[in-house]
């Protein structure tokens, strides 16, 4: 990104020219380049006047006919659109010029103003609640009188003031409460397409136009009934619904935004006097030295030069508790300082950096959509036109009966139909889970991962760098009396600490701080260590080394060998092995007890694959495995009838990762963006496993309930109201109370325990 700033127009302002956007360095701050494919770039949109399916379908055609235009993903509930264009063919001020014809507004996802925006919004809408709320009370006060009365209770000058006393009161509703479901309402039928605000507005402004005509007429045909108290009911039971759905919404998927906002937008860079300026954090560049207040996040990539102090990571790589860094230790962009002042050497800056990495998954999954979301898109259209038709045909075949009476009817229709909770059904969950797995560092690069994680029956992992550390430990001991274990490992550690060798490290590890000196020493390339160390209360000299030193065959039966020997032959020999990462165990069992089948399959040595294996818990595991093995392994298994989820470093997995039904990347030893897993875990922690498959197994019972509520109360409700049971404001209450139950539903996802008891959590 370039270091220009560009002044956007603010959305919906008279006559406001987006060209401003067809400059590069202002398409770059909300774009990046596609990979693989030269030339062609995604951007992502915040798409203002969402309320619908329809909504999603207009966005789509709006945008995907535009020219330079490859492919267009729009998610309702998260308001925001991704494009795929090409800037030789298209620009970005046609995306604007066509979403305003369409009736949307929309700003670039990355633009502060946004976040300005969507907090108007609440606030408007918070007030459009209160004034449907406080209204709604004052006209039950009044229509409350005719409930009770008996016949010729109420005179009718008492009659006629009391109706227009309600009418004054719902009036503010109609006018004011009411302008968002009118205003998407013609949108709509400007474009000759039905949204589901169409027939909420038909229904209100029917109710109350029939309303006002008996006010007026209390002798005519619509004389005997008004519905004012259903009309401002049914508003505020409405705007209660969207206002909870909002909350909920913003509250189940605030860490994704939390993530992809966490930059700082200014830096302290250091002058070269020393001094400090504040610049903008695009203007960064490697080798630039800046400094990090306590609070403030990291900008960028770095190494620390000058402070200690703590770094929260928990968002980036699920690690929840405070790390210490201090001079020498790298940090990473997105994270924050908690603690002292730290001057950072800049490293990677911008689509460089992890952060930007991960940002990228998270907008890419942010505007995915699953299956089952895309067909409730497809049928919501056809099923809005088969309401207006049911409605239509209820007041025909009930008006006979009465004018009255058949409008009521036509009006309970519907509301009561209004699919609103069959298209939050499942986008509402799923949303909901992506939240809770962002706040343990868990990356989804698509959300149709969570349907098809709920299918896995199978787990494989690698071995090397996933079910294991980076380092071997000491497995074993074996001493020649009357030599014991520990003066064995002082003694080696003794020689070990003259060398950087992994087996000597091991060994210093093992033997823990202090411990015996080592004069003299020599270390021979490639063998092992000779030198002087006091052994028995008297100076030896000792030889520390291969097996294969001292003439021991080493067949890797049970690890590698350390031999410790003086001029006699051997004293002990050491078996090193693997170091089983702390929650690999614990993750393994839960998976177990989950139902689910567990192998290992490893590049490595058979016998130290089934060594690894037996420590881990793991029944099946093969070794000697090259990637072509494990891709015919994993065919194989495809081929019985299972789904596999396979889970590797993402280095040298690629083939089987790109195979797997789900795939898990662990770590960041491969960059994250070039990553062909399904699932990427920025912190390593085998937790993870689990944690997403018991998660997406809950996201799918709970996708299953909503859409079975909205099923079944449409299944109910409909009849009911068709045969008169139910009157208008009782359909307003019952269509809203099942749109907040499904999204009520849904934000249960947001919490996420443990798969199973006793897994040792890396995070919480």
Known sequence: ????????????????????????????????????????????????????AACTLAVERALGSLPG???????????????????QLGRPSSWWQALERAGYRGLPAGDQLAAGVRRREQRVLLWRWLVAGFCMMQVMMYAYPSYIAGPGDITPDIQALLRWACWMLTLPVVLFSCRPFFASALRDLAHARIGMDVPVAIGILIAFGASTVATLDPGGPLGAEVWYDSVTMFVFFLLSGRLLERRLRDRTAGSLEALMRRLPARVERRRDDGSFEPVAVRRLRPGDVIRVLPGEAFPAD????????????????????????????????????????????????????????????????????????????????????????????????WWPSGAGHALGIAV??????????????????????????????????RLEALETAATVDTVVFDKTGTLTQDRIVVAAVHARPPLDRDSAV???????????????????????????????????????????????????????????????????????????????????AFTLAEQLRDDAAGSIQALQRCGLRVQLLSGDKPAAVDRLAARA??????????PADKLEVLALRQQ???????????????????????????????????????????????TAVPQVLALARRTQRIVRQNLAWAAGYNAVCVPLALVGWMPPWAAGLGMACSSLLVVANAARLATMPDPAPGVVRAST
């Open 490 to 572: 002082q003694a080696a550690a003794a020689l070990a600490r003259h060398s950087l060798h992994p087996a000597s490290r091991a060994l210093v590890a093992a033997a823990g701080a202090g411990g015996r000196a080592a004069l003299d020493v020599q270390e021979t390339a490639g063998q092992g260590l000779e030198g002087t160390v006091s052994l028995g209360g008297r100076a030896k000299r000792l030889r520390l080394g291969s097996a294969a030193w001292f003439g021991v065959p080493d067949n890797g039966a049970e690890g590698s060998h350390v031999v410790l020997a003086d001029e006699h032959g051997w004293l002990a």
């Open 640 to 686: 019985q009838g299972h789904r596999v989820a396979m889970v590797g470093d993402g280095l040298n997995d690629g083939p089987v990762l790109a195979r797997a039904d789900l795939s898990f990347a662990m770590g960041s030893g491969a960059p994250l963006a070039q990553a062909k897993a399904d699932v990427i875990v920025a912190g390593g922690q085998l």
């Open 617 to 626: 818990g793991i029944a099946w595991s093969r070794g000697g495995q090259s």
């Open 69 to 87: 235009v490859d492919a267009v993903q729009v998610n309702g509930s998260a308001a925001t659109a991704r494009v795929v264009w090409s800037p």
């Open 302 to 397: 770095g190494e620390v030069l000058e402070g200690r102090g703590q770094v929260d990571e928990a968002l980036l790589t699920g690690e929840s508790h405070p790390l210490p860094r201090g001079p020498g230790d790298a940090v990473i962009a997105g994270s924050h300082n908690l603690a002292s002042s730290l001057l950072v050497r800049v490293q990677r800056v911008g689509d460089d950096t992890r952060y930007a990495a991960i940002v990228a998954l998270m907008e890419r999954a942010a505007v995915d959509k699953p299956r089952l979301a895309q067909l409730a898109d497809r049928i919501a259209g056809p099923f809005l036109v088969a309401v207006l038709a049911a409605a239509a045909l209820a007041g025909w075949w």
């Open 412 to 445: 309970a229709v519907l509301i009561v139909t209004c699919p609103c909770a069959l298209s939050l059904a499942t986008p509402a969950a799923t949303l909901a889970a992506a939240g809770a797995l962002a706040r343990r560092g868990i990356v989804l690069r």
């Open 1 to 52: 990104m370039g270091p220009a700033s560009v002044s956007l127009p603010l959305p919906g302002s008279p006559a406001a020219d987006w060209s401003a956007l067809d400059e590069q360095p202002a398409w770059e701050e909300f774009s990046r380049p596609v990979r693989g494919r030269d030339g062609v770039w995604e951007s992502y949109l915040a798409v203002e006047g969402m309320h619908c």
